[in-house]
T-cell receptor, first 113, second 115 residues
């Protein structure tokens, strides 16, 4: 079993839909939970992150962490065609540069106009 | 502010040939990372530098891969000889040090095809 599991999709939704992306993990020492967005032929860029449990909202994006279930989610409200990309979850045991990031496989999302 | 720069963006070589990738991190970032991203997979760390010192190279296949970061700025990743299975995207990232999350900023990657 991999440390981080993510459904690779692909996921196709109409514009304006609510999108739910999820990851599960097995390492209970993970403390930082990140979502990266990767457009085609580009490098990943950090979308948002959460430290420990709880929710975090940034505009149309909401990240949730449930450490008891070892389950994290990213919700996208009012999805736009510009949201079409691969979304990667990533986790680490600490925030410093010496802590290794463990990525999921990524979920390919297409938002159709 | 300029982001992480990588070159070349694309490289096609025949197996058993050598290849090198170059990375220029964000100015002032002491930590530099090289990642491997296979198709349909998330990035996997190959090596991490703190300034010019390779502090984590446990995932680097040292029989054919080598890396250097002279003067603690630019870095080069080399493969010699390349194998068919090395076809992938090679990503470079950099980060600065501070409290909380040290965000990693990624370059666009070098897409390697080995024929």
């Amino acid at each position: 079993q991999k440390e981080v599991e993510q459904d690779p999709g692909p996921l196709s939704v109409p514009e304006g839909a609510i999108v739910s992306l999820n990851c599960t993990y097995s390492n209970s020492a993970f403390q930082y939970f990140m979502w990266y967005r990767q457009y085609s032929r580009k490098g990943p860029e950090l979308l948002m992150y959460t430290y420990s449990s709880g929710n975090k909202e940034d505009g149309r994006f909401t990240a949730q962490v449930d450490k008891s279930s070892k389950y994290i989610s990213l919700f996208i409200r009012d999805s736009q065609p510009s949201d079409s990309a691969t979304y990667l979850c990533a986790m680490s045991e600490g925030g410093g540069s010496n802590y290794k990031l463990t990525f999921g496989k990524g979920t390919l999302l297409t938002v159709n106009p | 502010e300029a982001g992480v720069v990588q070159s070349p963006r694309y490289k096609i070589i025949e197996k058993k040939q050598p290849v090198a990738f170059w990375c220029n991190p964000i100015s002032g970032h002491n930590t530099l990372y090289w990642y491997l991203q296979n198709l349909g997979q998330g990035p996997e760390l190959l090596i991490r530098y703190e300034n010019e010192e390779a502090v984590d190279d446990s995932q680097l296949p040292k029989d054919r891969f080598s890396a250097e970061r002279l003067k603690g700025v630019d870095s080069t990743l080399k493969i010699q000889p390349a194998e068919l299975g090395d076809s992938a995207v090679y990503l470079c990232a950099s980060s600065s040090k501070g409290p909380g999350l040290n965000e990693q900023f990624f370059g666009p990657g070098t897409r390697l095809t080995v024929l």
